[in-house]
């Protein structure tokens, strides 16, 4: 009796979402919304996504009419769940494409129910976790009357990596109303009578309701009175399921969805449909704010440190940030990182000589608010990346690149990583602390999505991007990471690391270093009174003092034209 209420609240809550006025589309979208069976952040709630289409093709069905018509059928339906809103398709074993074509998917693959309404009729279906396509994150399938539609899942890399769902429609299928049940913990035995088991396709929907599937039209201009008319009893016995016996899982519990994380914001929901003949239509609705950040954990970690440990060298850097996560089905999923600020040691700077034969990318190269992957020249390359998450079949490898200066922002760098369709791209910072010289290392606005572990190697060599202390010794790095909700606060790490020789092997220096610059200095001709080009070299070994000041004197007679030379504009 408790489940037959839950549901039904969730339903006339869902249904009350509707499109806002002034929509202008060839498929009008009469309602839509996404609706968690619970607020808690990190939980992993059942998930309805339910959305009806006005089709024309159905119209003149319903009125008699069988000649051809310009039909609006929607062909892709794409919703856009709020960010932080994720799903894991490692939670559910996975059914193949022939055993999905033989109707003789695994019971323990089924990951949900969807309710589908075409033209006047209507069936209830299966959802199941299915083994991804080439270049696709996860893939999820049900049959209506005899046709397969798969829902393949993406991130939107161009803007706040939130979760998007694409469902390809059949032509012969005017699709009118969809209302899908994926459940927070497929395995979990409240689940057991909503199975179909081997030989379960879709359904009439006869079979599930007692009800009248007829889809009514909302009343658009009073957006907040309940729902009337049979679809809301579909939708609250679509939730009881009467299947009779029930069938259980044979796989352990583990959590499919996972609720944003950020308390207190608000989300926001969407849906595309886009129909056979070009039309687009879009809507949005809310989703409800999350609670309970303060019972969730936070716990990164960081360790660093440099490829060379010797003493004002070229070096790369190796870094490793770890989250703990856990994917437990009745505890909440910990908090995720907004934010990373890494602290140098006083000492370790950026090397000037490895600027040498590089580029920098632009925004434009990178792709920054497009899905599409970066292009950046592979001059720009400074290092190699690889982040493991549990969202994704496999790792995601990448590489950094120096990004193109900008005023007020001179050192940035883009960490870029590809694979199963997703394409990220971050941007970041180096910025110099004007009196120590210290780099601070910033990401802000991370994704909100969680990720187990994040490698980073700069490259290192004689053409290292940093250079070392010029003293031996242990050094610090402290890292400070903003979660995406602050109601835990700041964490920080440190790590460290030892400067335990002089440069290519010799001993540590002493307190006062060696200062031997080597200078040089010519013009190209030695014919007297013409023009010569004029050349100057310093070189200063490693391990030697810096210079501070460089004056040249040059022989007497020695001068410069400068007529017809333009002045450099101000910076």
Known sequence: MRRRVTIGALALALLGLVLAPGAV???PILNFGILPSNHQAGGHPDLQIAFSLKNSQAQLEEEGVNTPCDCQNARFVTVHAPRGLVGNPHAAPRCTTVQFAATSCPSDSQVGVVEVMVTTLSFTSPVYNMVPREGEAGLLAFEVFGNQIFESFGARTGSDYGLDTRIA????????????????????????RLRFGLEGTSRPGAQLCDESSVITTPNVAEPDAPPTGPESAVLQCIGIGKYGRAIPSNSSPEPFIENPTACGEAAQSGIDVLSYDGGETSATAPFAEVTGCDVLSFNPSLAARPSSDATDSPSGLDVELTVPQFESPTVPSPLEIRGTEMLLPEGFSINSNAADGKSACSDAEASFGTTNAAQCPESSKV????IETALLPGPLPGYLYLGKPLPGNRYRIFLVADGFNVHVKLAGRIEPDLKTGQL??????????????FSLHIFGSERGALATPTKCGTYGITTTFTPWDAVLGKQSSKTFFDIDSGPNGAPCPPAARPFNPGFEAASAGNTAGAHSPF?????????DQFLSALNVTTPPGFSATLKGVPYCPEA
Request: glycine content about 6%; proline content about 9%.
């Open 25 to 27: 589309a060839d498929v």
């Open 169 to 192: 429609v059949p032509d012969l299928l005017p699709l009118r109303f969809a209302n899908q049940i994926l459940w927070g913990v497929p395995a979990d035995h409240s689940h057991d």
């Open 383 to 386: 290092g190699t990346l690889n």
């Open 440 to 453: 601070k290392v910033i990401f802000e606005d991370l994704p909100e999505t969680p990720f187990q572990k």
């Open 535 to 543: 050349a100057l070299r310093l070189t200063r070994q490693d391990g």
